[in-house]
């Protein structure tokens, strides 16, 4: 019986170590497994640096003289060299400079058509429902300002070019909006002061820099202050009227996109402040004419309700004859 007892656990060791070597093999051949072959890991899909840069460079090399000159101009000279004529991405702070540049201009040339919609609104229509004048009144004044101080402080055009072309939109729909009131007499008179305030701001006898800088902190109150009474007129009226939804939007992204490109060119916080303060009061005209969509105004529905219904008359009924008194006296 002790021999079988031998055996039997000889055999049970036995079959105990085959076991663990037939485990080890196959979990070995699983963690080995060879990674199946992938057609993106061909070397004729990867293009390199090198190939976007040798098909490129021949044609940014051997660019005409303008748009050199002019690229140098708008990137400088350094960041020009990087970007078109070694082609390097990874240059963060000139790729920041170009995108900045690019918005910049973008929305120059946004903004002389941004305010084209609402001067044909006011001029099909006839009527200045629905937009305030001194709203306008308000932005024109902080844009003569605003433009003043970019340009004596020698910023780059890029930077504020808009707001020329901005303005003279502004005095355009002033005057229409002093016409169609029955104010049109004073529509010279407004041009005639806006030009004198122009002429002043840029003649550095009559107002120095620092002057102009108090005047420049100043135009950033009127900016915002420039948005208040167009939010009070639509939330009066219950409705935009002749609002241009087109320049309201406009406008919400070009003041974001100035946030951006403040931050990459101009080291002046008084600009700065006085963008995002735009930026969010121009959020909220745009909700308003999301909001009032489709909503007619208050005017509108008071002038329909006080139309008479079709058939109704408006005469008072007459009285009947009565017998007046007589002085026929009874005999």
């Excluded at 019986?1 to 037939?22: C, P, Y």
């Excluded at 303008?66 to 140098?72: A, H, K, N, S």
């Excluded at 946004?110 to 305010?115: H, L, P, Y």
Aim: charged share 15%; aromatic share 8%; net charge positive.
């Amino acid at each position: 019986m002790s021999q079988i007892a031998t055996n039997g656990a000889i055999v049970l060791d036995i079959r105990d170590e085959m076991f663990a070597i037939l485990q080890h093999t196959y979990f070995s051949e699983l963690h080995h497994k060879p990674e199946p072959f992938h057609r993106s890991h061909s070397p004729h899909t990867v293009i390199s640096m090198d190939s976007v840069r040798a098909a490129l460079q021949p044609i940014t090399h051997n660019l005409p003289a303008p748009i050199r000159e002019l690229g140098v101009s708008i990137l400088g000279r350094q960041c020009y060299d990087t970007l078109l004529l070694e082609i390097d991405p990874t240059a963060t702070e000139c790729i920041k400079l170009a995108i900045s540049k690019g918005l910049g201009i973008g929305i120059i040339g946004a903004s002389s058509i941004v305010k084209v919609p609402q001067i044909l609104k006011l001029v099909n229509s006839k009527s200045a429902s629905g937009i305030s004048f001194l709203s306008y009144l308000l932005e024109t004044s902080a844009y003569l300002i605003g433009l003043a101080y970019n340009v004596r402080s020698g910023f780059p055009f890029s930077t504020f070019g808009e707001t020329a072309l901005i303005v003279v939109q502004n005095i355009v729909i002033s005057v229409l909006v002093l016409k169609y009131s029955g104010r049109a007499t004073q529509a010279a008179l407004l041009v005639a002061a806006l030009a004198m305030g122009l002429t002043t701001l840029f003649n550095a006898d009559l107002v120095d820099m620092k002057t102009l800088s108090y005047f420049q902190a100043g135009a950033g109150v009127l900016g915002v202050a420039s948005k208040l009474p167009q939010i009070a007129t639509i939330w009066q009226q219950g409705g935009t009227g002749q609002l241009s939804a087109f320049a309201v939007f406009n406008f919400l992204a070009g003041s974001l996109s100035r946030i951006f490109t403040t931050l990459q060119e101009v080291d002046d916080n008084l600009i700065l402040y006085g963008y995002v303060a735009g930026f969010a009061l121009n959020a909220v005209l745009a909700a308003q004419v999301v909001y009032y969509w489709n909503a007619p105004s208050k005017k509108s529905v008071g002038k329909q309700k006080e139309k008479p219904a079709v058939g109704q008359t408006t005469a008072t009924p007459t009285k009947g004859k009565g017998k007046g008194p007589t002085t026929r006296r009874r005999g």
